[in-house]
């Protein structure tokens, strides 16, 4: 009974969601698609159940604790999906439920792995619900809400500390945390819609508005939907895979950052910023070293082509964008790995992007070379810096736990999937894949196919996977364990 007033909380989050859909059922009815029915009933049921759910638990309406925190963003995760994948399954003929949640929550975690075909004979509206819930899971429909629920009452500070993607370096942004949620998505909705613009405009001839707009979801939530069974190959247009690298950039950075840069009206804060050096760096190291590789292994002929394929892939699967412009599982598998292996740490703490986010993989690093020298010399001191400033030795053991559970979570799982049948390369790369959220594996779930090869058991554990990612280990693990459950 102690938790009802979180059942208040997610009953207001669902009706939020609900109205979500007005947008592809407006663009439903406008071009009369045949999928209008599907948002009307979909529509029905999440106010519906919204609004049963608050009426049995609205004198339970009071403020959050922690704990409340962690449980209301797990049950939005697990539960919203279930009403997003209604369009889906209720307008494309022999879809199962277990595969439109899948589609939903690979949606909303912004992992943007498929497992459906025919993409480009797909209603306009469709497509935009798939693309539009990238652009909502990007920041978190959590955070969204958190903009809304200190108005009625409901404080949010809980929640934005247990949603928001990585560790926030700033504490406390603006005084309110509503104040800072609406300021988050005031920097994501004006680079979304500068995205969209420069989508069509460098691709005009070959991208109309729509297409812009939902590949601005895409890209500006580091999703990797595309309304096109050839993904963003379809276009083979340079202009737009810059476009597309710019921007999948941009959202990889810590959208505190961009609040800040806006808000004081200087660049400084992206100077401050500790962690792009090592971001930028790793990436024109990678996307050099790769670009190398594959012209003297004659994967290429000429290091023009071999530049624009590696950078474009490097920067996609390095920041969870996760679009392809060609099957890069023709490349030799050193290069296959490295790409798949940047998606786990590349993407920095509180931007869109997957993985374990590159202020983690800095404090590592730092972590291991302290070790290496303590080995040479025992009584030494050094503390582990970031930012010039001393790291505690409680966020040093934390980052340990949780790289240690990402690990183990991966060889677990890709264990289980491998023991269902799986080949090992594609249940270690879907595994990869999911919890970075970075969308195409390798083999059969790369870039060329999807994961409509897997059976309903193993579609259901790279659901998991993508959950666990996308809530960053600890936020669903916690709520799984008895000590969460005891008074």
């Known amino acids: 009974m102690r938790h009802l007033q979180v059942l208040n909380a997610l009953a207001v989050v669902l009706a939020i969601f609900a109205l979500t859909m007005l947008l592809p059922l407006g663009v439903s009815w406008y071009y009369r698609d045949g999928a209008e029915f599907a948002y009307d009933e979909a529509i029905l049921l999440a106010l519906g159940s919204a609004a049963v759910l608050w009426l049995l638990t609205r004198r339970r309406s009071r403020d959050l604790t922690v704990r409340d925190g962690f449980l209301l963003v797990v049950l939005t995760w697990t539960v919203v999906p279930i009403y997003a994948a209604l369009p889906l399954w209720l307008h494309i003929a022999d879809l199962s439920f277990t595969d439109a949640y899948f589609e939903a929550v690979s949606g909303l975690t912004t992992t943007g792995a498929t497992l459906l075909t025919g993409l480009d004979a797909l209603p306009v509206s469709i497509n935009l619900w798939r693309m539009q819930l990238h652009w909502l899971g990007g920041m978190g429909v959590i955070v969204l809400a958190v903009a809304i629920l200190p108005l009625l009452g409901i404080g949010g500070r809980q929640l934005f500390k247990a949603e928001t ?4 370096k700033e504490s406390s942004l603006t005084p309110r945390i509503a104040e800072t949620a609406r300021g988050l998505y005031v920097v994501y909705f004006l680079l979304t819609i500068v995205c969209a613009l420069a989508l069509y405009y460098f ?3 070959d991208m109309d508005g729509w297409d812009a707009v939902m590949h601005a979801f895409t890209i500006m939530g580091l999703g990797g939907f595309s309304s096109r069974d050839a993904g963003f190959g379809h276009y083979a247009s340079l202009e737009l895979e810059l476009v597309a690298m710019g921007f999948a950039l941009l959202a990889g950075i810590n959208y505190a950052t ?4 806006l808000r004081f009206r200087n660049l400084r804060p992206y100077r401050d910023d500790s962690e792009l050096p ?9 996307i050099l070293g790769l670009t190398a590789y594959l012209v003297f292994v004659g994967a290429y002929d000429d290091v023009a082509t071999a530049l624009r394929h590696v950078a474009f892939h490097s920067i996609s699967m390095a920041t969870s964008l996760g679009l392809a412009t060609i099957d890069f599982t023709v490349w030799p598998m050193f290069a296959q790995l490295w790409i798949l292996f940047l998606g786990s740490f590349i993407a920095c703490s509180g931007s869109t992007g997957g993985g374990i986010k590159m202020v983690r993989a800095i404090i590592l690093y730092k972590q291991l070379f302290r070790e290496l020298l303590r080995a040479m010399h025992p009584t030494m001191v050094r503390p582990v810096t970031l930012g010039g400033a001393p790291v505690s030795e409680s966020v040093l053991h934390a980052v340990l736990g949780f790289s240690f559970i990402y690990m183990a979570s991966i060889v677990s799982l890709t264990l289980l999937l491998s023991a269902s049948g799986l080949p090992i390369v594609t249940a270690f790369s879907a595994v990869v894949a999911c919890i970075n959220n970075t969308g195409p594996g390798l083999d059969a779930v790369g870039p060329a196919s999807n994961f409509s090869v897997l059976t309903d058991f193993q579609t ?6 993508m959950l666990l990612g996308r809530l960053e280990l600890f936020t669903l693990l916690v709520v799984l364990t008895p000590a969460f459950w005891r008074k």
């Open 165 to 168: 993607p990585g560790p926030m």
């Open 460 to 465: 259901w554990v790279c659901t998991f996977t």
């Open 203 to 205: 691709g005009m001839r």
């Open 258 to 261: 961009h609040f800040l840069a």
């Open 278 to 286: 090592y971001y930028f760096g790793a990436l024109t190291v990678s």
